[in-house]
């Protein structure tokens, strides 16, 4: 029974940490989160880190030693192997931290590190999905938007560890210019920073929607929770955003899935609290525009973990090989 062997994932965020003891079969025996101390530079935030894994094996009853492995899901660029941080915008000015062998070093454990949305996707192929789909492309709308795909039991990870990275590949080659150098890309229009940018301008030329009373007159303050109240409130620009980028994100999907053929496709994130209409948009652009073969061939699925997946996925990286391939 292998059920009896632990392992720790953390998932750590721009804003918050998450890290829980998991077993081998997927289940979160503790869990604990706290707010990312990101400004007190990337020494604090390992140590955080440390401190979260010593506690969540305490929840569990469980000596630190007796677990197995530790595995890091964060966004950014994160060498294969190494557990080298390369850069993670959201997280650290720093660049090239050796976040892996320093955290490994605090703890005594072997420390994995990987892009967060590649663990994400590693826990739902385990242990979402009933079955292991021949291939899997796990997209992930948030405050950007990421990816990952499984192909025979393999995880997509390309030359430098930077597969899939849907965000940034462009829906519209003229359009708005994106923080990593290219324009047009698709978390500027489907991610939640998107919406709200989408809604700002929106709002300029109508006085009257609800958003101007949900943000207090400070459009910067406008987030996607409250485009999703407005239009649940049946505000027709509110509704206008939702659509709009749920548009953008079904026009992403269909390359994306023209691209990879995926048996199965699902959609997870933070941004689908929008609601149905948003999914409904996406869906039917995805529907509309994907290859007929693409479209006749994929099942769509919602995420299944939800918010389990980064902690679950980390927990099983150490089951992936240097090729990828998952144990
Ligand atoms: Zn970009």
């Given at each position: 029974m292998s059920d009896c062997v632990n392992s720790i994932g953390v998932d750590v965020?721009?804003?918050?940490?998450?890290?829980?003891?998991?077993?081998?079969?997927?289940?979160?025996l503790a869990r604990e989160r706290v707010a990312?101390?990101?400004?007190?530079?990337?020494?604090?935030?390992?140590r955080q880190i440390a401190e979260l894994a010593r506690n969540v094996a305490q929840q569990a009853g469980l000596p630190?030693?007796?677990?197995?492995?530790?595995?890091?899901?964060?966004?950014?660029?994160?060498?294969?192997?190494?557990?080298i941080v390369h850069h993670a915008v959201n997280l650290f000015a720093e660049r090239d931290i050796p976040l892996g062998p320093m955290l490994s070093e605090a703890l005594g454990l072997p420390v994995t590190v990987d892009n967060d949305v590649r663990a994400s996707t590693l826990g739902e192929y385990l242990f979402?999905?009933?079955g292991r789909?021949?291939?899997?492309?796990?997209?992930?709308?948030?405050?950007?938007?990421?990816?990952?795909?499984?192909?025979?039991?393999?995880?997509?990870?390309?030359?430098?560890?930077?597969?899939?990275?849907?965000?940034?590949?462009?829906?519209?080659?003229?359009?708005?210019?994106?923080?990593?150098?290219?324009?047009?890309?698709l978390e500027l229009y489907a991610g939640g920073l998107g919406v709200a940018r989408q809604a700002r301008e929106a709002m300029a030329s109508d006085p009257g929607?609800?958003?101007?009373?949900?943000?207090?007159?400070?459009?910067?303050?406008?987030?996607?929770?409250?485009?999703?109240?407005?239009?649940?409130?049946?505000?027709v620009t509110a509704a206008g955003v939702i659509e709009r980028a749920g548009?953008?994100?079904?026009?992403?999907?269909?390359?994306?899935?023209?691209?990879?053929?995926p048996e199965v496709l699902m959609l997870g994130g933070g941004l689908m609290k929008l609601g149905e209409s948003f999914r409904k948009a996406a869906l039917e652009t995805f529907q509309s525009r994907a290859l007929a073969t693409v479209r006749r061939s994929v099942r769509l699925e919602a995420s299944r973990l939800s918010d389990d997946?980064?902690?679950?996925?980390?927990?099983?990286?150490?089951?992936?090989?240097?090729?990828?391939?998952?144990?």
């Open positions: 965020g721009g804003t918050k940490i998450a890290a829980g003891v998991v077993t081998d079969g997927g289940q979160v990312t101390g990101s400004k007190a530079g990337y020494e604090s935030v390992i630190l030693g007796s677990v197995r492995a530790v595995g890091l899901g964060m966004a950014g660029q994160i060498e294969g192997g190494t557990g979402g999905l009933p789909p021949a291939s899997f492309l796990n997209v992930f709308a948030g405050t950007g938007v990421g990816s990952g795909f499984v192909d025979r039991g393999r995880l997509l990870r390309g030359a430098a560890n930077s597969a899939c990275e849907i965000g940034h590949h462009s829906i519209d080659w003229q359009g708005l210019a994106c923080g990593c150098g290219s324009r047009g890309c929607t609800l958003l101007w009373l949900l943000c207090e007159r400070d459009p910067g303050r406008v987030d996607g929770r409250m485009v999703a109240t407005a239009a649940g409130r049946g505000d548009q953008a994100l079904g026009a992403g999907l269909a390359n994306a899935a023209n691209l990879l053929n997946a980064g902690i679950v996925g980390a927990a099983s990286l150490w089951r992936v090989g240097p090729d990828g391939t998952i144990a």
